[in-house]
């Protein structure tokens, strides 16, 4: 039986032992992979060096998951998509740990608009349309071609050369 009746209060306790530890104090940290980023995240804080931790992982495989979209945590994820706490939408876990907020990132799984570009939601038919108002091609008043970025939930890639990218226009 722990004296710690959960993982807040431990973590508390940690914070203590830190504040006054000394000069060369070296930690080992054992446990699930979300409390091994917890304690990590506190030890960095007391500005312990990473040649000065050391980490186990054993127990559960669940993580710790931030939604992008409104910025809560969801404990004990054990899938790749997963229902946010706060928002509930769809996330996809990504790849991505993020030290300083100890989770993995989740981002929305199935967006509105699978291909966008950065400065507009609306730029493939909008801004095409204006263009040709306005006499100019669509590729000349639009330089954003080559920053596409893919949001799809299968995560695939654009074509690799600048040719096949812009075909479909």
Same mark, same amino acid.
């Given at each position: 039986m722990s004296p710690f009746p959960d993982t807040a209060s431990l973590l @508390?306790?940690?914070?203590? &032992? !830190? @504040?006054?530890? !000394?000069?060369? +104090?070296?930690?080992?940290v054992a446990g699930p992979e979300s409390f091994? #980023?917890?304690a990590m995240k506190i030890a960095l804080?007391?500005?312990?060096n990473k040649d000065e931790i050391r980490a186990e992982e054993v127990g559960t495989l669940a993580r710790r998951v931030y939604c992008i979209h409104c910025r809560t945590t969801t404990e004990n994820v054990r899938t790749n998509i997963v229902s946010c706490a #706060?928002? *509930?939408?769809?996330? !996809? &876990?990504? @790849?991505?740990?993020s030290r300083r907020l100890a *989770?993995?990132? #989740?981002?929305?799984?199935?967006?509105?608009?699978? &291909?966008?570009?950065?400065?507009?939601?609306?730029?493939?038919?909008?801004?095409?349309?204006?263009?040709?108002r306005r006499g100019r091609g669509h590729r000349a008043s639009?330089?954003?071609?080559?920053?596409?970025?893919? *949001?799809s939930a299968d995560g695939g890639a654009l074509p690799a050369s600048p040719a096949a990218r +812009?075909?479909?226009?």
């Open positions: @508390d306790a940690f914070r203590l &032992v !830190l @504040d006054e530890s !000394l000069m060369g +104090t070296r930690l080992y091994i #980023g917890l804080q007391f500005d312990l #706060g928002c *509930a939408r769809s996330l !996809l &876990v990504r @790849d991505h740990y *989770a993995y990132m #989740g981002v929305m799984s199935m967006p509105k608009h699978p &291909v966008t570009c950065r400065r507009s939601w609306r730029c493939t038919s909008e801004r095409r349309a204006n263009a040709r639009h330089t954003l071609i080559k920053h596409f970025k893919l *949001a +812009t075909s479909s226009w």
